[in-house]
């Protein structure tokens, strides 16, 4: 069994009695039931993943994966190809809003090139993987190969599993790649059975009338490619991306090992769909960071049944919005763990 | 003229010119234009407060005004008014949610005794200013004299200047009170001329029964006091809270020196409205931070015109939405100052 499959098989559910512990301790804290909202929820699903009725968290990673894809030559991105590359640079430099909002959140970021079309430094930040240069045009044959899939699979695993060795309890996954939009537009109409229109959107900012000529090749994909919508792994091989494989392994990975899937925005939620469709049990270890901009977001969230931390109206993707929901994530844990109970302080408990 | 008319006197506008300048670096950076959304936003707004095209954000602070409540004595709340006092010394010793958070956001507590009917104990944290022990009950005549109505105005703008001059660039208001949903549903009831039934909430956590009795209660305030919608003074006086005063008077006092003001919750926007009644100006110097789920919040903020950083169904108070909030300002602002122009990082340009 290869390390797709074994990890597949590793994700169990959540912890219920700890679950049951922390609920119950929410219960008896200095404050009016459940005063406390989504924090209170959150806190539940912390003990739920990490098995413990307090849970602390430790280290925070942001895993940024980058790629290149075929179909930026049906000219459905405002920006040219050649933009991905430079924006790992970016990343190493230390310049992109990643780098800004992972230093406050105080998030390590790990680059992978996941199949970048142009070649790249040798950093310490940067994790070689290139599963290809650039996918396939996925506008007039699949994306990639079925070994491609895999192997882009497995290097999200084993990243995740590193960085959890390292001590990370808090995985966020971020993405880049010049039309990444248009292929995860593919993959949540696949999935969802949305019509194209209704969840293509206008990624880093094209006209209305792009738009339009976008939602017709994510509709020739589908059509010249006929993705199963039950096989995940066939919606990756035909319509997917290297990067959006990496972080469904990254996803698999980081649920395999009982810790938290911080989920950044569309690119995001596309490698969700991948990795919820090889291993629905995985979607108890995800948390939603925010609503992004791109209309298929809220159908990928309403498919995977889960609610934003945050709606701020972001579309940059990196990881950004899982950077900035981190510190939700741990206000949670913390509220859990810290507050005073009504005994403890000796206050007066409801009165009806 | 008295500290409260001098106050007011003192907001001016945003400058425009720091907010020109601030927009046009938010489009020269490395994402999409716009990318960043609400963030790209508040990054604006924190250049025209603080007059400076690339603002940085130094200490935060929150300010909690504990008060208690005549009209508690029409059994408007679940809890006991001796939990007022009993929450102070919780926040003293570091107990609560607000103290968990405010660690965590890294910000300053001050708890302001505006008006609690116990004795506290002498503490270096808690600023002893009680206006009186309690309100009257606003169900039967005036909640306070408007004499009482400017001493706590007053002693908010003293308390805010204060700690702008230990170093705060954002304050966050707090609060605690039981039975202070009521003032703030009749503050919102009396500037907005909504009904009563439709801003009145559950509180800390009533029954359907009691809810209908407390927007009762409400009607029967607005009906014996007639609080004049277009003198805030008249009806903070009126229909008022001591604690409400007070974060009233702390809005002016950091609007008026030109820092940010983080509102929390539902009596953060009962404090804001009556603030924003004694100086329109003062709105622009609001950073709404959460939406929360007593139904008059969305109408406090609708009136003064603010969308809210954050919905996580809190409803606690104490400045917990505030201190939550905090980072997403700090990262608006770090976006602006650090991320990368397209220049610096060598990156391309949009095509089209």
């Known amino acids: 069994m290869g390390l797709l499959d074994r990890t597949i098989k590793a994700i169990g559910g959540l912890d ?72 790992v640079l970016n990343f190493l430099r230390g310049g992109a809003g990643i780098n800004v909002l992972a230093r406050q959140a105080g998030a390590k970021v790990v680059i992978v090139d996941a199949g970048v079309v142009g070649d790249l430094p040798e950093h310490p930040d940067l994790y070689s993987a290139k599963v290809g240069r650039g996918t396939n045009n996925m506008a007039k044959g699949p994306a990639m190969t079925r070994e491609e899939a895999i192997k882009a699979l497995e290097t999200g695993i084993a990243l995740a599993q590193r960085e959890i060795e390292g001590g990370a309890d808090l995985i966020g996954t971020g993405d880049m790649g010049i039309a990444n939009t248009t292929p995860s537009s593919a993959i949540v109409a696949a999935i969802s059975g949305k019509d194209p229109e209704v969840v293509t959107g206008r990624g880093t900012g094209i006209s209305d009338e792009a738009q339009r000529h976008k939602a017709a090749v994510v509709r020739r994909a589908l059509e010249v490619n006929h993705p199963d919508p039950s096989d995940a792994l066939d919606v990756l091989t035909k319509v997917g991306g290297f990067e959006i494989g990496v972080l469904a392994g990254v996803i698999l990975g980081t649920a395999a090992s009982r810790r938290v899937v911080v989920l950044d925005g569309f690119i995001s939620g596309a490698a969700a769909l991948i990795a919820h469709g090889l291993c629905p049990n995985g979607r108890d270890y995800f948390i939603a960071s925010h609503l992004s901009v791109e209309p298929g977001h809220q159908a990928m969230l309403a498919h995977l049944g889960l609610k934003p931390l945050l709606n701020l109206d972001l579309r940059l993707g990196e990881g950004t919005g899982g950077a900035l929901a981190m510190n939700i994530v741990e206000a949670a844990a913390r509220c859990l763990a810290e507050m005073a109970t009504f005994a403890d302080a000796g206050v007066s408990e409801k009165s009806e």
Chains 1, 2 share one sequence.
Do not use: N, W
């Open 16 to 87: 219920e009695t700890a679950m049951a512990a922390a609920r119950q301790r929410q219960d008896t804290l200095t404050k009016p039931l459940g005063a406390l909202g989504r924090l209170e929820e959150v806190s539940i699903q912390l003990a739920g993943i990490l098995g413990t009725p307090i849970p602390r968290l430790g280290g925070r990673v942001i895993i940024l994966a980058a790629g290149d894809h075929g179909v930026a030559a049906e000219g459905v991105s405002a920006y040219p190809q050649e933009v991905t590359a430079q924006m």
